[in-house]
Protein backbone atom coordinates (compact mmCIF):
# COMPACT_ATOMS: atom_id res chain seq x y z
CA UNK A 1 0.00 0.00 0.00
CA UNK A 2 1.23 3.38 -0.87
CA UNK A 3 -0.23 6.92 0.15
CA UNK A 4 1.10 9.76 -1.37
CA UNK A 5 0.39 13.73 -1.36
CA UNK A 6 2.71 16.09 -3.63
CA UNK A 7 2.26 19.46 -2.99
CA UNK A 8 3.77 22.63 -5.51
CA UNK A 9 4.02 25.93 -5.09
CA UNK A 10 4.79 28.26 -8.03
CA UNK A 11 3.78 31.45 -6.72
CA UNK A 12 7.18 32.27 -6.05
CA UNK A 13 10.24 32.53 -8.80
CA UNK A 14 11.49 29.71 -7.29
CA UNK A 15 9.31 26.54 -7.46
CA UNK A 16 8.72 24.48 -3.58
CA UNK A 17 7.78 21.22 -3.31
CA UNK A 18 6.16 19.14 -0.51
CA UNK A 19 6.10 15.75 -0.81
CA UNK A 20 4.62 13.10 1.73
CA UNK A 21 5.14 9.46 1.26
CA UNK A 22 4.00 6.65 3.65
CA UNK A 23 4.32 3.01 2.11
CA UNK A 24 3.54 0.39 4.00
CA UNK A 25 4.27 -3.26 3.27
CA UNK A 26 6.00 -2.66 0.03
CA UNK A 27 8.90 -5.16 -1.18
CA UNK A 28 12.25 -3.22 -0.79
CA UNK A 29 14.29 -5.52 -3.61
CA UNK A 30 12.85 -3.71 -6.69
CA UNK A 31 13.66 -0.58 -5.37
CA UNK A 32 16.63 -1.04 -3.25
CA UNK A 33 18.91 -3.38 -5.26
CA UNK A 34 19.77 -1.50 -8.42
CA UNK A 35 21.63 1.06 -5.71
CA UNK A 36 23.17 -1.65 -3.74
CA UNK A 37 24.95 -2.72 -6.95
CA UNK A 38 28.75 -2.05 -6.18
CA UNK A 39 28.43 -1.80 -2.50
CA UNK A 40 30.48 -5.04 -2.06
CA UNK A 41 32.33 -4.83 -4.55
CA UNK A 42 32.41 -7.49 -7.52
CA UNK A 43 30.33 -9.44 -5.16
CA UNK A 44 26.29 -8.73 -5.95
CA UNK A 45 23.87 -7.67 -2.84
CA UNK A 46 20.68 -7.65 -2.97
CA UNK A 47 17.63 -7.35 -0.42
CA UNK A 48 14.45 -9.57 -0.24
CA UNK A 49 11.60 -8.55 2.21
CA UNK A 50 8.60 -5.95 3.27
CA UNK A 51 9.62 -2.29 3.98
CA UNK A 52 7.25 0.30 5.82
CA UNK A 53 8.77 3.69 4.54
CA UNK A 54 7.66 7.26 5.83
CA UNK A 55 8.67 10.59 4.14
CA UNK A 56 8.16 13.75 5.24
CA UNK A 57 10.35 16.44 3.00
CA UNK A 58 10.49 19.98 1.86
CA UNK A 59 12.49 21.37 -0.78
CA UNK A 60 12.62 24.16 -3.60
CA UNK A 61 15.05 24.69 -6.82
CA UNK A 62 14.69 24.57 -10.68
CA UNK A 63 17.47 22.76 -10.62
CA UNK A 64 17.97 18.74 -9.68
CA UNK A 65 21.39 19.72 -7.50
CA UNK A 66 19.08 22.99 -5.83
CA UNK A 67 16.54 20.17 -4.75
CA UNK A 68 18.75 18.04 -3.32
CA UNK A 69 20.68 20.79 -1.25
CA UNK A 70 17.49 22.93 -0.48
CA UNK A 71 15.66 19.56 1.15
CA UNK A 72 14.63 19.28 4.34
CA UNK A 73 12.76 16.81 6.49
CA UNK A 74 12.79 13.38 7.50
CA UNK A 75 12.28 9.55 6.54
CA UNK A 76 11.48 6.80 8.65
CA UNK A 77 12.53 3.30 7.73
CA UNK A 78 11.16 -0.02 9.14
CA UNK A 79 11.71 -3.20 7.95
CA UNK A 80 11.01 -6.99 9.58
CA UNK A 81 12.23 -10.50 8.27
CA UNK A 82 14.62 -9.21 5.90
CA UNK A 83 16.73 -11.25 4.19
CA UNK A 84 19.88 -9.88 2.71
CA UNK A 85 22.24 -11.70 0.31
CA UNK A 86 25.78 -11.45 -0.13
CA UNK A 87 26.45 -9.98 3.08
CA UNK A 88 27.55 -11.88 6.50
CA UNK A 89 28.82 -9.09 9.12
CA UNK A 90 29.35 -12.05 11.27
CA UNK A 91 32.26 -13.34 9.07
CA UNK A 92 33.63 -10.03 8.12
CA UNK A 93 33.78 -9.48 11.70
CA UNK A 94 35.79 -13.17 12.74
CA UNK A 95 38.13 -12.86 9.43
CA UNK A 96 38.82 -9.23 10.23
CA UNK A 97 39.76 -9.65 13.93
CA UNK A 98 41.27 -12.79 13.21
CA UNK A 99 43.66 -11.29 10.78
CA UNK A 100 44.41 -8.83 13.62
CA UNK A 101 45.58 -10.80 16.33
CA UNK A 102 47.70 -13.11 14.07
CA UNK A 103 49.36 -9.84 13.28
CA UNK A 104 50.11 -9.17 16.20
CA UNK A 105 51.77 -13.19 16.45
CA UNK A 106 49.03 -15.17 18.44
CA UNK A 107 47.95 -17.13 15.62
CA UNK A 108 44.49 -17.79 16.84
CA UNK A 109 42.90 -17.61 13.38
CA UNK A 110 41.75 -21.09 13.80
CA UNK A 111 40.63 -21.11 17.00
CA UNK A 112 38.51 -17.65 16.01
CA UNK A 113 37.22 -18.81 12.56
CA UNK A 114 36.85 -22.36 13.68
CA UNK A 115 34.58 -23.87 10.98
CA UNK A 116 33.05 -20.61 10.03
CA UNK A 117 32.14 -20.27 6.54
CA UNK A 118 30.69 -17.30 5.10
CA UNK A 119 26.71 -17.52 4.42
CA UNK A 120 25.58 -16.42 1.87
CA UNK A 121 21.77 -15.01 2.94
CA UNK A 122 21.56 -13.20 6.67
CA UNK A 123 18.25 -13.10 8.05
CA UNK A 124 17.40 -9.70 9.96
CA UNK A 125 14.85 -9.34 12.10
CA UNK A 126 14.96 -5.71 12.09
CA UNK A 127 16.29 -2.82 9.55
CA UNK A 128 15.28 0.78 10.68
CA UNK A 129 16.55 4.44 11.06
CA UNK A 130 15.68 7.64 11.03
CA UNK A 131 16.78 9.85 8.60
CA UNK A 132 16.85 13.96 8.55
CA UNK A 133 17.12 15.90 5.59
CA UNK A 134 19.53 18.74 5.82
CA UNK A 135 22.38 21.04 3.65
CA UNK A 136 22.47 18.13 1.00
CA UNK A 137 22.96 15.39 3.45
CA UNK A 138 20.74 12.71 4.60
CA UNK A 139 21.77 11.93 8.44
CA UNK A 140 20.84 9.19 10.33
CA UNK A 141 21.95 8.31 14.44
CA UNK A 142 20.53 5.16 14.78
CA UNK A 143 20.77 3.03 11.62
CA UNK A 144 20.30 -0.77 12.96
CA UNK A 145 20.78 -4.08 11.25
CA UNK A 146 19.66 -6.33 13.80
CA UNK A 147 19.43 -10.64 13.67
CA UNK A 148 19.93 -13.54 15.94
CA UNK A 149 23.85 -14.20 15.08
CA UNK A 150 25.41 -10.37 14.56
CA UNK A 151 24.11 -6.61 15.07
CA UNK A 152 24.92 -3.97 12.79
CA UNK A 153 25.14 -0.20 13.66
CA UNK A 154 25.49 2.80 12.29
CA UNK A 155 25.49 6.82 11.89
CA UNK A 156 26.60 8.93 9.62
CA UNK A 157 25.45 10.60 6.58
CA UNK A 158 24.97 10.37 2.63
CA UNK A 159 26.15 13.53 1.08
CA UNK A 160 23.08 13.30 -1.99
CA UNK A 161 25.02 15.86 -3.83
CA UNK A 162 28.06 14.10 -3.93
CA UNK A 163 26.67 10.57 -4.00
CA UNK A 164 29.47 9.79 -1.15
CA UNK A 165 28.80 8.06 2.07
CA UNK A 166 30.42 8.67 5.29
CA UNK A 167 29.44 6.06 8.02
CA UNK A 168 30.84 5.01 11.48
CA UNK A 169 29.65 1.32 11.88
CA UNK A 170 29.98 -1.38 14.47
CA UNK A 171 29.48 -5.19 14.15
CA UNK A 172 28.32 -7.06 17.06
CA UNK A 173 27.89 -10.66 18.00
CA UNK A 174 25.92 -12.55 20.29
CA UNK A 175 27.95 -13.27 23.33
CA UNK A 176 30.46 -15.41 23.01
CA UNK A 177 30.84 -19.29 25.11
CA UNK A 178 34.42 -20.54 24.57
CA UNK A 179 37.57 -18.27 26.18
CA UNK A 180 38.71 -17.45 22.82
CA UNK A 181 35.77 -16.39 21.44
CA UNK A 182 35.68 -13.74 24.24
CA UNK A 183 37.36 -11.31 22.03
CA UNK A 184 34.68 -11.28 19.56
CA UNK A 185 32.44 -9.87 22.71
CA UNK A 186 32.98 -6.56 21.87
CA UNK A 187 31.99 -4.45 18.71
CA UNK A 188 34.28 -4.60 15.57
CA UNK A 189 33.90 -0.48 14.52
CA UNK A 190 34.30 0.38 10.66
CA UNK A 191 34.67 3.60 8.88
CA UNK A 192 32.47 3.47 5.71
CA UNK A 193 33.16 6.11 3.09
CA UNK A 194 33.78 6.95 -0.18
CA UNK A 195 31.97 7.24 -3.21
CA UNK A 196 29.03 5.01 -3.95
CA UNK A 197 30.57 2.92 -6.40
CA UNK A 198 34.22 2.61 -5.02
CA UNK A 199 33.07 2.81 -0.65
CA UNK A 200 36.50 1.85 1.28
CA UNK A 201 35.84 0.09 4.24
CA UNK A 202 38.97 1.33 7.40
CA UNK A 203 38.20 -0.91 10.86
CA UNK A 204 38.93 1.26 13.89
CA UNK A 205 42.42 -0.66 14.96
CA UNK A 206 42.58 1.79 18.21
CA UNK A 207 39.29 0.59 19.43
CA UNK A 208 40.15 -3.19 18.09
CA UNK A 209 43.41 -2.80 20.47
CA UNK A 210 41.59 -2.01 22.94
CA UNK A 211 39.09 -4.62 23.41
CA UNK A 212 41.29 -7.81 22.60
CA UNK A 213 43.99 -6.65 24.88
CA UNK A 214 42.77 -8.33 27.89
CA UNK A 215 42.27 -11.63 25.81
CA UNK A 216 45.16 -11.29 24.05
CA UNK A 217 47.12 -10.64 27.64
CA UNK A 218 45.61 -13.72 28.78
CA UNK A 219 46.09 -15.90 25.63
CA UNK A 220 49.72 -14.60 26.05
CA UNK A 221 50.01 -15.67 30.25
CA UNK A 222 48.05 -18.94 28.91
CA UNK A 223 51.05 -19.84 26.21
CA UNK A 224 53.60 -18.56 28.95
CA UNK A 225 52.17 -20.88 31.56
CA UNK A 226 51.93 -23.65 29.43
CA UNK A 227 55.51 -23.05 28.13
CA UNK A 228 57.07 -22.32 32.21
CA UNK A 229 55.18 -25.79 32.43
CA UNK A 230 57.07 -27.47 30.00
CA UNK A 231 59.60 -25.89 31.08
CA UNK A 232 59.85 -27.27 34.61
CA UNK A 233 58.43 -30.82 33.54
CA UNK A 234 61.75 -30.96 31.56
CA UNK A 235 63.81 -29.97 34.50
CA UNK A 236 62.19 -32.64 36.90
CA UNK A 237 62.60 -35.27 34.00
CA UNK A 238 66.08 -34.04 33.68
CA UNK A 239 66.55 -34.10 37.61
CA UNK A 240 65.24 -37.83 37.65
CA UNK A 241 67.49 -38.67 34.86
CA UNK A 242 70.27 -37.39 36.50
CA UNK A 243 69.40 -39.10 40.09
CA UNK A 244 68.71 -42.37 38.16
CA UNK A 245 72.10 -42.39 36.32
CA UNK A 246 73.51 -41.61 39.64
CA UNK A 247 72.02 -44.35 41.47
CA UNK A 248 72.90 -46.94 38.51
CA UNK A 249 76.30 -45.71 38.72
CA UNK A 250 76.20 -45.88 42.66
CA UNK A 251 75.42 -49.51 42.52
CA UNK A 252 77.40 -50.44 39.51
CA UNK A 253 80.28 -49.07 41.83
CA UNK A 254 78.77 -51.20 44.89
CA UNK A 255 78.82 -53.99 42.77
CA UNK A 256 82.41 -53.86 41.22
CA UNK A 257 83.38 -53.32 44.98
CA UNK A 258 81.78 -55.96 45.98
CA UNK A 259 82.92 -58.31 43.23
CA UNK A 260 86.20 -57.05 43.81
CA UNK A 261 86.56 -58.09 47.70
CA UNK A 262 84.50 -61.55 46.49
CA UNK A 263 87.56 -62.47 43.85
CA UNK A 264 90.18 -61.24 46.60
CA UNK A 265 88.56 -62.78 49.54
CA UNK A 266 88.24 -66.11 47.11
CA UNK A 267 92.22 -65.51 45.99
CA UNK A 268 92.67 -65.47 49.94
CA UNK A 269 90.67 -68.70 50.39
CA UNK A 270 92.42 -70.72 47.68
CA UNK A 271 96.05 -69.24 48.98
CA UNK A 272 95.22 -70.55 52.29
CA UNK A 273 94.19 -74.25 51.69
CA UNK A 274 97.37 -74.41 49.28
CA UNK A 275 99.58 -73.45 52.35
CA UNK A 276 97.58 -76.00 54.68
CA UNK A 277 97.73 -79.00 51.43
CA UNK A 278 101.84 -77.87 51.60
CA UNK A 279 101.85 -78.47 55.75
CA UNK A 280 99.84 -81.56 55.64
CA UNK A 281 102.42 -82.96 53.12
CA UNK A 282 105.26 -82.40 55.63
CA UNK A 283 103.66 -84.05 58.30
CA UNK A 284 103.49 -86.94 56.32
Request: glycine share 4%; no cysteine.
Amino acid sequence: QVTSDVQLNVKKDIPAYAIKLDVNQIQVGPVANPFLVGVMGDKPLTMEGAVNFDMDIKTSGDTVNRLKKASKGKIILDMKQTQVKGFDPEFYMRSSVAKYVDSKGFGMSKAIMGSYKPREVTVFDVISSTVKLADGKARTKDFLMDSKRVKVKADGFVDIMKDTVDMNTSVEMARSKTVVEKILDEPLYVHVYGPFDALEYKIDTDRLKKSTTDVLKNEAKAKLDAEKKRLQEKARAEQQRLRDKAKAEEKRLKDEVRAKAKAEQKRAEEKLKDKLKDKFKGLF
